[in-house]
């Protein structure tokens, strides 16, 4: 068996597509080995992750976008021809016309495109509306959550049986950051008091303006106590958000390796997030022992599985009230952090990309 997953995702700005990908690329030729795992465009060195820009270096990101543009307008079989040899072909957003003769998979990340239209630039309505054709030819698909499977049945009208759950997995450097790492963290960025976390893209379904107004709503004494902290790229969004962010500790885009000890020397990491399909930075808190606040909707108490206080991402005083239990409540932040971190260890790369490669031989036999 052979298999060729479209990287291009690689090569452009991108969050947790991006994170999904490198992660699973690599954990899956660990499993399966170079030759049955491959990429389109090839990419046989493994680079340090960076989600602001191409992982693929000029050549590579140069020859794999110019020819995925080519196939995507031309009816030629472009990538018959890149990828021939191929058993199935892993086709991703970028993907418009794939390759005919291979077994075609792909994975479901999240409906939002379809959920909460408003939240998005016209560019992203437009890409997954190209993927939803990409979807409805699949042979099979991978979800990454029981929230994102319901959505694509509900949303898509996708078969049941045409879809496998299959939680993504976080890096084991989430679990065991060294403490010289998280002090080193705190000096960098200047955080000199305990403080609460948010790690996500600037955009409007993170719903940051809601977190601003719940901790400025906060008595005085636990704001003088505890900083509130954002950190995240610059996505898409209002102007007025982006002059709030002047108020509280910004910290911008944090490069990977950083992240773990960031997380863990946080009090508290706070998601109300509107919607998610997994939820990349809840299970990286978890897995950092830190206690989490975050949405009761989509995949998000699905991941959680519990270890959280789940909160009305629509509701100030839910929030409101969330984090003010969690910040004079040592007992409760206790007890979540380890539930949290036990919970965690559910979501390892590996089991993820077993999981996967058993999804693979099953396609394959089809």
Not at 28 to 40: N, P, W
Not at 188 to 217: H, M, Q
């Amino acid at each position: 068996m052979r298999v060729v997953i479209d990287a291009s995702p690689l090569l452009v700005r991108s969050a947790g597509v991006k994170n999904y990908l490198y992660h699973w690329i690599l954990h899956l030729r660990r499993v399966a080995g170079k030759d049955a795992v491959r990429t389109f465009p090839r990419m046989e060195r493994v680079l340090p992750l960076t989600h602001d820009g191409s992982m693929g270096g000029w050549w590579n990101t140069t020859f794999g976008l110019g020819s995925l543009a080519v196939a995507n307008h031309t009816p030629l079989p472009v990538l018959d021809l890149l990828v021939r040899g191929a058993d199935i072909y892993h086709g991703s957003v970028l993907t418009h016309r794939p390759p005919r003769r291979p077994r075609l998979t792909a994975t479901l990340h999240d409906l939002t495109c379809y959920i909460m239209p408003e939240m998005h630039p016209r560019s992203n309505l437009v890409a997954e509306r190209s993927f939803a054709k990409i979807a409805e030819r699949a042979h099979a698909l991978i979800a990454v959550s029981q929230s994102t499977k319901r959505d694509a049945v509900r949303l898509l009208g996708l078969p049941e049986e045409k879809i496998t759950v299959i939680h993504s997995g976080i890096p084991h450097a989430y679990f065991s950051p060294e403490p010289a790492m998280i002090e080193a963290v705190r000096v960098k960025y200047g955080i000199a008091r305990p403080f609460v976390l948010f790690v996500g893209t600037i955009e409007p379904r993170k719903n940051i303006d809601l977190l601003l107004d719940a901790f400025e709503s906060l008595p005085a004494s636990l704001r003088e106590h505890y900083q509130l902290v954002i950190a995240g790229p610059m996505g898409w969004g209002s102007r007025h958000l982006v002059a709030r962010l002047r108020h509280v500790k910004y910290l911008g885009y944090i490069p990977e390796p950083v992240l773990p000890a960031l997380m863990a020397a946080a009090t508290a990491f706070v998601y109300p997030s509107l919607y998610e399909g997994f939820g990349f930075p809840v299970v990286q808190a978890m897995a950092a022992g830190v206690p989490i606040i975050t949405s009761n909707v989509s995949s998000l108490p699905e991941i959680a599985g519990g270890t959280a206080l789940l909160i009305d991402p629509r509701s100030q005083s839910d929030l409101h009230h969330a984090l003010s239990r969690m910040l004079t409540s040592d007992g409760l932040r206790v007890a979540l952090a380890a539930a949290g971190r036990q919970r965690a260890e559910y979501f390892h790369w590996e089991n993820c990309a077993k999981k996967s490669l058993a999804f693979f031989e099953r396609v394959a036999g089809m």
